[in-house]
């Protein structure tokens, strides 16, 4: 009930099927092309909020590491930093190894505590870019107790507590402290190497410092990378099993910037999605979420000559600085092998980026990927919204974005917990179990709406409340309720809401009907309204209905679509879900809600020529084909009409003998006509085939043939007649045996004298 469908896209869709299939058919297709629309540019909406972390980041320096792996960890590093959505995180780099004399240190660092503003975000790559593989006599093993040490001090020095702390470790190896004197003796090394390591985690817990380990290649330990997540602060960023500080390995280094960048993303709160690589020139796609209120497009170049255009999902080419769209762009690492484009409210949808490079620099393939944060709202609703005690209601909480949009892929809100109870007077709290598993009373799997059932105590007297909770990884948490009351007995107004399907475009309104009875002999005011969507969007009228002592009857509503300028660039080919809900409740009696029914309209852009008249164009492509088929049939048929093939040509003398055996007249040129010559006329006369010569013939559809002279001049040669050709000598067509007469003369045309042929014919 208030449900609005609408088969817009699949109708469009069976159109465009339809049009291909009969133009197709009938071998004519018809290309309408409009140009693209730019709007001008606007100011961005100010930056949503972002929860800020402060980070470290540890890698490995030991000689065991490759050039490659090298150049790996420090794009990985660099991936992560210029990817940060938010303004407000801090970021330390260090590299680590072992120090095996007095001389030597275990840990390089190489980039301070760096504020990630559009500054920071710049610098960063060049800090990175210090780090070094060691050589042999620098120090080669792998102290990770003095790694821990080293970012449990740059996390918790000078910083607020309350803002996460977050350390990073990146090795290709396990704890080798068996050559560094600081361990003590040589056959205690090993020991005190692990005691040391117990303690850096304990205090790295005091600090609430997680610690979330990457390993990558065949020598790290994943227990000893497990021991050490486990080992550090657990509680993370939600109250998530996906928050929880986790080790990651990989098999190679190829790997290491798109898994750390998945755990800085688990650790971070932040979603992310990984596309597509290769090398340049190409165009990588990248999907952005309607969820997303800030994000960064990251693009792993591998080589600094690589060059990136990011087109949003319109097609428009956007800017790398300020402004467009009412999107906000910064763009960070641009001359390095990383960099990242930072978007803040970006339009939902596909984006693409376009990677160039000069000749020499396309060896290395170029990966793309997006790390987003956004924020995910419920509207929730009862039916009945006002219950009598005893009486089952039915809950419903229905995911939407900031402004309303409705939320239908589940790879949006994956991980998503939803919690709800319904509290009031007399009862204590209930827990609801709520599904999106289309089952019991949820009527669709996967739609983005949880729904479930509960019947209100007995004991229930007075006020209602019901309560959803939305927690996810990456989406702002949500909380929404919906009050009610249960009556003390029957109510003096029932209502009923019935709205049907429609096709809805910006600006239309959709008819409905609201089913009222008012049991009392006092008037009673209704107020309608839209709620849980953006101010404009959708709008019901009549505001206020008042009903009158006793009426009971039907009063008509309609819902009305914003313009489409509301809706701007996420208003694409595709349309927009709006989720609302239209409420209606008793001013009279305290408010009492009366209809709270969700709304799920689909808006679609106006159609084009083509979507509005596509029947029209095709009736008339169709005809314009039949046309031109019946054109070239009437051709055909004539052409076949006026064929000379099988006309018999026979010289009559003026006395009307003929002159020789006939002459059969073969297939004529394009237009038909048999040319023809007579040789020796004054002797012995005959007919010959000659291109070209002073006479042609072809069959005349009235019967008989036409003749044409030399001069263009053109006679009717009827079947039982002659037409002169030349002094002493005429033309006549031959008959069959048993219709010629008996003294083989020819008779003479009708009228005694042969006609002129009307050109108008031909």
């Known amino acids: 009930m208030g449900r609005l469908r609408t088969g817009r896209r699949t109708g469009r869709h069976w159109s465009h099927r339809a049009a291909v299939s009969a133009l ?14 730019h709007d001008p540019v606007v100011a961005a909406a100010s930056e949503p909020a972002s929860a800020a ?3 470290a980041v540890g890698v490995d320096e030991s000689a065991s590491l490759a050039p490659a792996d090298m150049k790996a960890e420090k794009a990985a590093a660099s991936r992560i930093a210029i990817g940060d959505v938010s303004a407000s995180s801090h970021v330390t780099v260090f590299g680590f190894a072992a120090a095996e004399t007095g001389d030597q240190r275990a840990v390089d660092p190489v980039c301070p505590r760096t504020e990630l503003d559009a500054a920071g975000r710049e610098s960063i790559g060049a800090c990175v870019g210090k780090l070094r593989s060691r050589k042999k006599n620098e120090g080669t093993g792998t102290d990770f107790p003095s790694a821990i040490r080293q970012g449990v001090h740059d996390l918790s020095t000078g910083t607020d507590p309350s803002v996460p702390r977050v350390l990073f470790l990146l090795t290709d190896g396990r704890m080798d402290v068996t050559d560094s004197e600081k361990y003590g003796g040589e056959a205690h090394r090993a020991a005190e190497g692990e005691r040391q390591l117990t303690a850096a985690l304990k205090e790295a817990a005091a600090q609430q410092v997680q610690i979330w380990p990457l390993g990558f290649g065949s020598a790290p330990d994943k227990a000893q990378l497990d021991r050490m997540a486990a080992g550090g602060y657990q509680k ?3 109250e998530l099993p996906s928050a929880r500080p986790g080790a990651g390995k990989v098999s190679g280094a190829k790997d290491v910037g798109p898994m750390l960048e998945k755990i ?12 597509p690589s290769d090398r340049p020139p190409t165009t990588l796609e990248i999907g952005v979420s309607p969820l997303a209120t800030v994000g960064s497009i990251v693009v792993d170049k591998g080589d600094p000559e690589v060059t990136a255009t990011y087109f949003d999902p319109s097609g ?30 970006p339009v939902p949808g596909v984006w693409k980026v376009k990677v160039e490079a000069p000749e020499g620099h396309r060896s290395l393939p170029v990966g793309v990927s997006v790390l987003w944060h956004g924020e995910l709202r419920g509207a929730i609703t009862m039916d009945p919204p006002s219950p009598q005690a005893g009486q089952k209601t039915t809950v419903s909480m229905r995911l939407q974005t900031r402004e309303g949009y409705e939320i239908k892929d589940p790879r949006d809100y994956e991980g998503l917990r939803v919690r709800s109870e319904l509290t009031g007077d007399g009862f204590e709290p209930l827990e609801l179990n709520l599904t999106d598993d289309g089952t019991g009373a949820d009527p669709e799997k996967g739609d983005g709406s949880f729904t479930g059932t509960v019947r209100v105590p007995e004991e229930a007297d007075g006020a209602l409340k019901v309560t959803g909770t939305l927690t996810a990884s990456g989406l702002t948490a949500d909380v929404r309720s919906e009050a009610g009351t249960v009556p003390p007995g029957e109510p003096d107004v029932v209502a009923a809401l019935t709205l049907p399907g429609a096709d809805v475009h910006p600006g239309a309104a959709v008819g409905g009907t609201l089913a009222v009875h008012n049991t009392s002999d006092a008037p009673h005011t209704l107020r309608l309204s839209v709620a849980d969507i953006g101010r404009g969007m959708l709008t ?35 349309g927009l879900q709006l989720g609302g809900t239209l409420t209606v409740v008793d001013a009279t009696d305290a408010h009492r809600a009366l209809v709270r029914s969700p709304l799920s309209v689909r808006v679609t852009p106006e159609p084009g020529i083509w979507d509005a008249y596509w029947w ?27 064929d000379p093939y099988g006309l018999v040509l026979q010289l009559v003398s003026d006395e009307g003998d003929i002159l020789g055996d006939g002459h059969p007249a073969r297939h004529g040129n394009k237009q038909q006509w048999y040319e023809f010559a007579v040789v020796e006329p004054h002797r012995s006369p005959r007919i010959e085939r000659r291109d070209h010569g002073p006479y042609a013939v072809q ?17 009717r040669l009827p079947v039982q007649g002659r037409v002169q050709l030349m002094e002493g000598l005429s033309l006549a067509l031959g008959t069959p045996a048993e219709s010629a007469p008996a003294d083989g003369s020819v008779p003479p045309p009708p009228n005694g004298s042969p006609s002129t042929y009307d050109e108008t014919y031909l």
């Open 24 to 37: 197709g058919g009938a071998a004519v297709l018809a290309s309408l092309l409009s140009p693209a629309r």
């Open 53 to 55: 972390v402060n980070y």
């Open 236 to 238: 993370g960023c939600v």
């Open 264 to 275: 800085f993303a688990a650790a971070h709160c932040l979603r992310y999605s990984r596309g």
């Open 316 to 345: 428009h080419k956007v800017p790398t600085s300020g402004t467009y769209r009412k999107s906000g762009f910064e763009l960070a690492g641009a001359g390095a092998t990383v960099e990242a484009l930072k978007i803040t409210d």
């Open 540 to 574: 019901v009228t009549p505001a206020e209905i008042v009903l009158k002592p006793g009426e009971s009857g039907t009063r008509k509503v309609s819902v009305e679509v914003a313009p489409a300028d509301v809706f701007g660039a996420r208003l694409g080919d595709d």
């Open 616 to 642: 029209a164009f095709m009736a008339g492509a169709v005809i314009v084909v039949l046309a031109v088929v019946v054109a070239l049939a009437w051709r055909r048929l004539r052409i076949r009409r006026r």
């Open 699 to 715: 069959r005349s559809p009235e019967g008989g043939a036409v003749l044409r002279k030399r001069g263009g001049e053109r006679t």
